[in-house]
């Protein structure tokens, strides 16, 4: 009756780097797992909306969308983040736009200047995030 339903593992193995020093001008679409240490002016999704593992390092800077299932961000992103299914926000992330997740972990340190949109079938919330004294 109350059947919780299974995500998808993520991706434990990176397919596809972008290297630090590399800036990539258009859109990006890959498979299995993706790390960029470099920049992208584009958006960033899957193949055909699949499972996959986008990991955006401390030196990487994005400026379009993003919608990958499992997101791992410790760098720059501008844009909205659509994270079908597992968002991390490590210490060093900053995030300017709107976020949906489905599972949230977010680390001391982080900031997003946007809304975090939870997005659970059956029930959804929205958190606005105050931006922090001193903050542009």
């Known amino acids: 009756m ?3 339903k299974k995500h998808a593992p993520p ?7 972008i290297g630090a020093g590399t800036t990539v001008s258009g859109d990006v679409t890959f498979s299995g797992g993706l790390r960029i240490d470099g ?13 996959g593992t986008l990991v955006v390092s401390e030196s990487a800077r994005i400026d379009g969308e993003i919608d990958v299932s499992h997101v791992v961000i410790n760098g ?4 909205p983040v659509t994270a079908n299914d597992y968002l ?3 210490p060093k992330a900053k995030v300017t736009g709107d976020i949906e997740y489905r599972t949230l972990e977010m680390h001391l340190g982080a900031v997003v200047h946007g809304k975090l949109k939870h997005s659970e079938p059956g029930g959804a919330s929205v958190v606005e995030l105050k931006r922090v004294a001193g903050e542009p």
């Open 88 to 90: 991390e926000l490590q």
């Open 39 to 51: 920049a992208v002016r584009g958006n960033i999704a899957t193949v055909d909306g699949a499972a």
């Open 2 to 4: 109350f059947e919780k």
């Open 11 to 17: 991706q434990k193995r990176i397919d596809c780097l």
């Open 76 to 79: 720059v992103v501008t844009g």
